[in-house]
């Protein structure tokens, strides 16, 4: 764990200003204005514990500690943040909710705040602070997190993740632009493969890379878990094209790809040893900040995700909520952090630190400075508009929250495309592990 305090972050300051962070006294003076005008005032001796999503872009994370040791300042909470891989942030949630104990906000993946609709606190007036006051939230992102009129948690952002691929490999693959529909898409990855220059995209239970990727291919060929009433629909002739489309594009990938997790296609593609892949703009920018990478960096360029038969985006961006328990001793201390955590003086220099790793859900930020510091950002803007819920075209909710946390979508492509099971097998395990949750 760690404790951010006032020293921290101002020994930090350099590397703060570098990405525009508003530090030093301006940062904790804008707090303590903040807190004392705030509709949430911190409890006298608060502490909360804050588990989150391991940070791939270190200018982030030097900009959400910048947060934390302001909020801390400013109301005396005390903070004890620690970060875990995507893959570890649900299964501790579990436990932190099962056990009533051990954290006092998650801030997790996709639609997190559903697995536990009766242990969180409802943050019904933060959503409406925030919205009101921010041009309200995108539909997918109010979707995320709400229940009936109850929101169970706060859509923090939206990690867009875009088809990022190296220029010099599609010249020479004979595409001058990136493929706009599934069949040119194909075509690319099989010449990328006749010119050892590999696509790759994660087919093993990476919960960000994995769950988009695969339930776009679901998606773009009208195929659906559960439809609009969550009636089981997965087992269709729309699935078994979308997992045929699939394999064909397996058989054009790099090795190894049934293991990925959420960092495979990040380290191979910076090994140069891959070159077209789903990923947010981390790849890009930690190629941008490594000296010995300026090449591939100058090469590297980010596209949106192709359409499918269905004629319209069907893109899965990876949502990011925050949830504050309602076991919590600290409510008031957790919903001022939330608050905190998104208004303008924080959010923009967070979003900035971020490099366009993240992607605003209030409608208000859609003009950050980030979007156009650099022409390969400006993709990345669109993620949380585009993007449908986790749940597709059926309800968000407990169940849909579990099919994506349990991998089925993922686990049935990964079992046809390399041959554990046909495709009649495939999707009947999937719709048989769907009925066991949507019972």
């Avoid at 200003?17 to 509709?39: C, I, N, R, V, Y």
């Avoid at 539909?139 to 875009?162: E, F, H, M, R, S």
Wanted: include cysteine; aromatic fraction near 12%; charge should be neutral.
């Amino acid at each position: 764990m760690q404790d951010f305090t006032r020293r921290t972050l101002l020994q930090g300051g350099t590397a703060l200003a570098a990405t525009g962070m508003l530090t030093g006294p301006a940062l904790f003076d804008f707090a303590k204005a903040w807190a004392q005008s705030a509709p949430w005032k911190a409890e006298p001796g608060a502490k909360l514990t804050v588990m989150r999503w391991k940070r791939f872009v270190p200018a982030e994370d030097d900009a959400f500690n910048a947060m934390v040791a302001a909020f801390k300042a400013a109301t005396g909470t005390e903070m004890n943040v620690f970060s875990e891989s995507f893959e570890d942030v649900q299964p501790k949630a579990s436990v932190a909710a099962n056990t009533g104990s051990g954290l006092d906000l998650a801030w997790g993946l996709h639609t997190l705040p559903q697995l536990f609709p009766t242990k969180v606190l409802k943050m019904n007036d933060v959503a409406d602070y925030l919205g009101k006051k921010y041009g309200g939230w995108t539909d997918a992102a109010a979707k995320t997190c709400k229940q009936g009129n109850d929101w169970l948690g706060i859509p923090v952002a939206t990690n867009g993740g875009y088809m990022t691929y190296r220029k010099s490999a599609l010249d020479k693959a004979g595409f001058k632009e990136f493929p706009k529909d599934f069949p040119s898409f194909l075509e690319m990855c099989k010449a990328l493969k006749a010119n050892n220059t590999p696509a790759g995209f994660a087919l093993g239970h990476a919960s960000g890379d994995g769950n988009s990727w695969l339930h776009w291919v679901l998606w773009g060929h009208g195929a659906y878990t559960v439809d609009q009433n969550d009636k089981i629909i997965i087992n269709s002739p729309e699935t078994a094209k979308a997992l045929e489309y699939c394999k064909a594009l397996y058989d054009s990938f790099i090795p190894g790809t049934a293991s990925w997790n959420d960092s495979s296609n990040n380290k191979a593609f910076l090994a140069g040893e891959l070159y077209c892949t789903a990923n947010g703009i981390s790849i890009y920018v930690a190629a941008k900040t490594d000296a010995s990478k300026k090449e591939l960096a100058a090469d590297t360029y980010h596209a949106l995700w192709p359409v499918g038969p269905v004629g319209k985006p069907t893109e899965l961006q990876l949502a990011l909520p925050i949830l504050a328990f309602n076991f919590t001793k600290y409510p008031n201390a957790s919903k001022a952090f939330v608050a905190f955590m998104l208004e303008k003086e924080n959010y923009e220099k967070w979003l900035d630190g971020a490099q366009g790793y993240l992607t605003q859900t209030l409608n208000g930020y859609e003009s950050a400075p980030i979007w156009t510091a650099d022409p390969k950002n400006a993709v990345f803007s669109q993620a949380s508009k585009r993007t449908l819920p986790a749940a597709g075209i059926g309800t968000v909710g407990e169940k849909a929250a579990t099919a994506i946390a349990d991998f089925i979508v993922v686990d049935m492509f990964a079992n046809y495309c390399t041959g554990t099971k046909d495709a009649k097998g495939a999707m009947a395990e999937a719709e048989r592990q769907l009925k066991r949750i949507y019972r």
